[in-house]
């Protein structure tokens, strides 16, 4: 099996359990309504995802805390995160991430 199939699985296999994590709570229920509570927890689900991605993405390297100079995911991460506090919108502030990260990935010659 090629890497970029398997990569296509996994980004599958995650779409559809994240899917699955907010859907099937809401078809249990019906039309009973939900609490605010619950409300409030299931809004936070999509960004505690992102967190823990971005977080190890970002801040580690090999196992290690990776704070250095030499970090350049930093750089579109202070970047990506003004552009999300002004805006307060996640789809602008994921696609954004992902150009601005590319482009620092192309002028640091990763890719």
């Known amino acids: 099996m090629s890497s970029s199939v398997l990569k296509l699985g996994i980004i ?7 899917f699955a994590m907010r859907y099937i709570p809401f078809v249990l229920i019906g039309g009973k309504g939900t609490s605010e509570e619950f409300e409030r927890f299931i ?6 995802v992102f967190v ?9 390297k090999d196992g290690a805390l990776f704070l250095s100079p030499e970090n350049f995911k930093i750089i579109p991460l202070l970047i990506v995160s003004a552009i999300s506090y002004k805006f307060k919108n ?3 502030s994921v696609v954004s991430g992902g150009i601005i ?3 620092f ?3 640091n010659g990763l890719i």
């Open 43 to 48: 809004k936070y689900i999509p960004l505690g």
């Open 90 to 92: 996640i789809g602008l």
């Open 52 to 60: 823990a991605i971005i977080v190890k993405d970002i801040f580690y």
């Open 12 to 18: 599958l296999i995650s779409f559809v359990g994240l």
């Open 105 to 107: 990935m192309k002028l």
């Open 101 to 103: 990260i590319f482009i």
